[in-house]
């Protein structure tokens, strides 16, 4: 049976009145005797514990009794399995977030692509299970087994390993950015100087994620998909990201610039955190298209903001500063970009703008071929595409 069948079959009257049947034992004593005849288990043999595909979303099933049963796909988010017994289960692409699996046994399980994000495994027993790309992202793992557990590209960013046990654990291209341990990560000698300066100037959170890319020139390639997915673990990770950003945008290494602009299009920003990316902006950096884009995806007001800095800039206005620099002449290149893109949505015309709005436009299409749909989906504006603008 293909997939949507497997879950098809529990819509069923049938597979409803099984469902609750189960539920009510607990999945503890005879419950396999329940699944006698239904659909799609006479391919298993005598392993009778097929629950492929089935829902059971935050129910409470504390000690179930599921030793070799097949799990593949079903649904367990926020469902109650403390003490639970898997052993040599298979829940290969089951869907565990938020699940509470304190205690519970699962040696010698297959759980390949499985998602843990957010589950509390603390004192979980995992040796010798096959692991491999599942994700536990946040996951609290304090205290749990992995001993000679396959994790190979495993995502485990964020996640608290802190007494964790990882005896022969195959980590084989695993994430590990940003896992709490106990004791505390110590960092090479050469990285010791960018450590202490970073924790003093308060953007502590990016420490990993920054020394996770091959130099700091490597930060021009943020926009790979491996270093993203170390930045989004920075995000997470921090406590108070706008402090963390108004601190990246503080320094003066353009670098650190791109990591702010980075983490404001991941995460947000508060006012704080905005006005911080716009004076850094007036101020210069050579960064400027990529904290125009960062300003552009999440500040509610870029459009008022933006047209209030060109107008500023135009002759005969009031003025601090003598005629504009290049630099400023190039953000005022990347605002009319941003504003004609806007524009374009409602049927203006776009305008021809200069070859500076072209890092910017390039920056765009990679965030919108990388970023993960549910961040998106929270951006003040997304276009839907992002034509290369034409050079003067």
Not at 10 to 15: E, H, I, K, R, V
Not at 50 to 65: C, M, S
Not at 315 to 341: H, I, K, N
Request: glycine share 8%.
């Amino acid at each position: 049976m293909h997939a949507d069948e497997l879950v098809a079959r529990w819509n069923t009257a049938d597979g409803q009145r099984r469902r609750e049947q189960l539920i009510s034992m607990g999945l503890q004593g005879p419950w396999r005797e329940v699944l006698a005849g239904f659909p799609g288990t006479e391919v298993l043999g005598d392993n009778l514990g097929d629950l492929r595909g089935i829902d059971l979303t935050q129910q409470e099933l504390p000690g179930a009794d599921l030793i070799r049963a097949r799990l593949d796909g079903a649904r367990l988010g926020d469902c109650g399995l403390q003490e639970a017994r898997f052993e040599m289960a298979t829940l290969t692409d089951t869907a565990l977030t938020w699940a509470r699996l304190g205690r519970a046994n699962l040696t010698a399980c297959v759980a390949l692509g499985a998602c843990w994000d957010d589950a509390c495994m603390e004192g979980a027993v995992l040796t010798a299970s096959n692991l491999a790309r599942g994700s536990f992202r946040r996951a609290r793992l304090r205290d749990a087994r992995f001993d000679r557990a396959t994790l190979f590209k495993a995502d485990l960013r964020n996640a608290d390993l802190r007494d964790t046990s990882l005896f022969l654990c195959d980590l084989e291209g695993a994430l590990l950015t940003c896992v709490r341990l106990d004791p505390p990560r110590v960092y090479p000698p050469a990285n010791r100087g960018f450590v202490r300066e970073a924790r003093r100037a308060g953007y502590s959170s990016f420490i990993e994620p920054i020394l996770r890319v091959p130099g700091l020139s490597g930060l021009l390639h943020l926009l790979e998909p491996e270093y993203l997915l170390h930045m989004e673990a920075g995000v997470e990770a921090s406590a108070d990201l706008d402090a963390e950003v108004v601190a990246l945008l503080k320094e003066k290494n353009w670098r650190l610039h791109l990591v702010a602009a980075t983490a404001v299009v991941l995460g947000g920003a508060s006012e704080r955190a905005l006005s911080a990316v716009w004076e850094r902006l007036a101020v210069g950096s050579w960064v400027h298209p990529q904290l125009t884009v960062a300003a552009l995806l999440r500040d509610p007001d870029f459009e008022s903001r933006a047209r209030a800095r060109l107008e500023a800039g135009r002759p005969g206005s009031a003025r601090l500063e003598p005629g504009p620099s290049t630099r400023e002449l190039d953000v005022r290149t990347c605002l009319e970009w941003a504003l004609l893109l806007r524009a374009a949505l409602v049927g203006a015309p776009v305008a021809t703008v200069g070859p500076p709005a072209e890092h910017a436009c390039r920056w765009l299409q990679r965030l919108r071929e990388q970023v993960d749909a549910r961040i998106q989906a929270q951006w003040c504006y997304t276009p839907p595409s992002v034509p290369s603008p034409p050079a003067r």
